[in-house]
């Protein structure tokens, strides 16, 4: 049976201690500042492999009666690639303030046709820092949600049983607005944050939320809770993802009235999957206006880009759509799907500036990764 959660509805505040009842420790500096070097699974003070089933509540109920049974993800507009060896740049973190840009005219109900017009952007700086493989991090705080969005643009390493491990960002809704890195030693990843006004509406990080199956093997799919005027990110990954089969992913809706979708899965191993999203609230009454592979517009006109590779060389895809590259000066890109096995640390998917541009970075050195990806235009 699908187990979930829901943290944040729109960023109704939910208090701390109700995130993980059976699991104090990873509580235990809620509502501090954080430390870097948390405790890891291994020294105790962490539930035991054995009880790892207690991380998150065991509920009865999927996402909600209608939309809860199992689904098929509609894999069509997968992308293979082939190696390319372009080093991977992403992990120097060199941010930089672009105070212009060019953006083009655009109907927001359908991909954007060229054109120009000039604008300045409001300042902002985006910065990055790295949570390494073999160190755990507890209630790390990384920013404030009255100032900042911030999310994982890369996620690696070994996320596979025995020791089931977990890594999330967001705001933990224990009232101080702090958003807070959560990382078992095991595993690694890279998180990106910006100044709300990097972007010119001051979009606002909700609190966090996740959903996942416990020794269930499936597909399920459900609401995530937020509406087309939230971009739900991948904000985690935990548990054990061992094959191409297992997933964790969102489907962003281009309506105010339609809720965004999530979809989980869970086929090999130990059929135990969690993911968690971060949604950040662009408006009241229109929808999040993206940047894709087809344009620029509604999340259904602009589309993701949708890759797989099955390579143990390190494959690099720029991001661009009719020609265009998508731009750092522009846009803020992210996670929206990750599939596949993260075994070792040379299993990952990255999405980062460089350049000037956005990339997608992937490697598979024990099977196969599969990524979805989509952007965000500074200027709504």
């Not at 994982?152 to 491990?165: D, F, S």
Request: aromatic share 10%; hydrophobic share 35%.
């Amino acid at each position: 049976m699908l187990k979930s959660q829901t943290r944040a509805n729109l960023g109704q505040g939910i208090k701390c201690v109700a995130l993980l009842a059976a699991s104090s420790s990873l509580l235990a500096g809620c509502g501090d500042e954080g430390t870097i070097g948390g405790t890891s699974v291994a020294d105790g003070t962490r539930p035991a492999v054995a009880s790892n089933s207690a991380l998150l509540p065991k509920l009865d109920a999927r996402f909600d009666a209608k939309n809860g049974q199992p689904a098929i993800e509609d894999d069509s507009a997968e992308t293979a690639v082939s190696p390319n060896q372009v080093p991977f740049k992403g992990l120097e973190g060199i941010p930089k303030e672009v105070l212009t840009q060019v953006i083009r005219d655009r109907d927001h109900n359908i991909a954007e046709p060229e054109g120009a017009r000039t604008t300045t952007l409001k300042s902002g700086t985006p910065w990055v820092r790295g949570f390494p493989d073999g160190t755990a991090y507890n209630t790390y705080v990384i920013g404030n949600t009255a100032t900042d969005i911030c999310w994982p643009y890369a996620i690696g390493g070994k996320i596979r049983t025995p020791v089931l491990p977990t890594m999330f960002v967001g705001d933990w809704g224990d009232g101080t607005n702090n958003i807070r890195v959560y990382k078992d030693a095991q595993g690694w990843a890279n998180v990106r944050c910006v100044p709300r006004t990097i972007f010119w509406n001051l979009p606002y990080q909700l609190q966090y939320n996740y959903t996942y199956l416990w020794n269930q093997c499936g597909s399920y799919s459900g609401n995530s809770g937020h509406t087309g005027n939230v971009a739900d990110m991948l904000g985690g990954l935990g548990y054990d993802y061992a094959e191409g089969a297992d997933k964790f992913g969102i489907t962003q809706s281009s309506s105010t009235s339609v809720q965004n979708t999530l979809q989980i899965g869970q086929q090999f191993s130990t059929c135990s999957g969690v993911g968690y999203y971060n949604g950040v609230q662009f408006f009241n009454n229109q929808p999040v206006v993206f940047s894709g592979p087809d344009g620029i517009g509604w999340a259904n006109a602009a589309g993701e880009w949708n890759y797989t590779t099955q390579s143990a060389s390190i494959v690099t895809i720029a991001l661009s759509h009719n020609a265009t590259l998508v731009t750092e000066a522009d846009n803020e890109c992210y996670l929206s799907y990750f599939g596949g096995s993260l075994s070792s640390n040379q299993d990952y998917v990255a999405v980062f500036p460089s350049g000037g541009n956005w990339w997608l970075q992937m490697q598979a050195l024990n099977g196969g990764v599969r990524a979805k990806v989509r952007c965000i235009p500074h200027s709504q």
